[in-house]
């Protein structure tokens, strides 16, 4: 099979596609013929060696979320309900940017019809974040919920599915994707210096605060009043113990993915892929590094 590996830590040009052998699928574990590979800025971390906690092994391979169909059962896997021909999605570990997975059943969930393949793979990771990071800041209707870089992966879907909630929200993001946030429901105002003074502007106090930003955004949140402990950040944790603010990275979850596939098979929540082919992954990874854009980096894999 085909797979994107990298040699050494260093710029998106590291990344090459390199033939590997086919992997099996263990006790548990199904093997999937991946069609969309989702990119995430933890993969950009990880090439550049910023994920110290790693265990890298050169060639690397590399990868987080997939979309796809199963090819092989391990033994036992058939007992879990999935059969080969299903068409599925879900996390990987290290792995998900190549022609073939292997997972635990567990980890994996079905792709309704009505999603298609890279839409599914874009909704992996960001949707269980979201979703994990919305519940532990208990958001509720009533509140105004405040997301720093609401057009991203992640603020696209926490923004949607706030206002599933009925929280109002406002989002931060540059001018060029506000239009984009009132679509998703949100009242965008542009981050940098006035951030601060335009929510402050807006007459609509926020209530709690979901950093996916960095840099002020916990100060800022805590400067305008919300409370630290309903401020919560997935970037930085250390502003998050200097402020008393919170770290809402949840983990993984397929539970709460399959409760977000199922909205957006339904259109309630809607995600934007900005597709790669496969072989273009250094422009790929190029554009995540760029941190500007919405939704959400796909690579097409198979088809
Ligand atoms: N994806 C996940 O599941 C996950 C999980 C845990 C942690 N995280 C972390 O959460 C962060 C966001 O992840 P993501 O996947 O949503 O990233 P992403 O899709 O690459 O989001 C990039 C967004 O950030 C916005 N942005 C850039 N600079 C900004 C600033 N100074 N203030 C406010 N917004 C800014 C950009 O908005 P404009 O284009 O409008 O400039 C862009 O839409 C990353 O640091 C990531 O490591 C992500």
Known sequence: MRAVVFDRFGPPEVLRIAELPDPEPGPGQVRIRVRAAGVQPFDVSLRRGGMTWAQVRFPQTIGQEYSGVVDRLGAGAGEAGLAVGDAVLGSTMLDGYAEL????VPNVVRKPDRLDFPTAAALVAASQTASGALNELAVRDGDVLLVHAAAGSVGTIATQLARLRNAAVIGTASPAN??????????PVAYGD???????????????ALDAAGGEAIAQSIALGIAPDRVGTIVDDKAAAEHGA???????????LTEVVALAARGQVTMPVRAYPFTDVVAAHTAVESRHGRGKV???IGT
């Open 101 to 104: 997975v292997c997972v635990p």
């Open 246 to 256: 919170r770290v809402v990275r949840a983990g993984r979850s397929p539970e709460r």
């Open 298 to 300: 796909v690579l097409i």
């Open 194 to 208: 006035g951030l601060v003074e335009a929510v402050r502007a807006l007459g609509k106090p926020p209530t709690v």
């Open 178 to 187: 506000h239009d984009y946030l009132r679509q998703l429901g949100a009242i």
